[in-house]
């Protein structure tokens, strides 16, 4: 017998999502569709970029300064 949508019998298990660091490349795997609640975003030239925890802690002031990644 199918299921009334069609699809498979666990299409409610969530997949994880990757987030990429744009500074350094460490990685996360979330269940959710936002980052990491440590992690910070950015948006650049009209691109959002993610940045770990690491990173927003050591470029902090130039975030909130709202500088470019390529100037810190």
Excluded: K
Excluded at 25 to 32: E, K, P, Q, R
Excluded at 34 to 46: A, F, I, M, N
């Amino acid at each position: 017998m199918t299921s009334p949508s069609g699809g498979s019998e666990d299409s409610s298990a969530a997949q994880p999502r990757r987030f990429v660091c744009a500074r350094c490349g460490t990685s996360a795997d979330v269940l959710t569709d936002d980052p990491p609640l440590t992690w910070t975003y950015s948006v650049e030239d009209g691109a959002r970029r993610h940045y770990c925890e690491t990173c927003s802690r050591e470029n902090l002031r130039s975030i909130e300064g709202r500088l470019d990644s390529d100037w810190w």
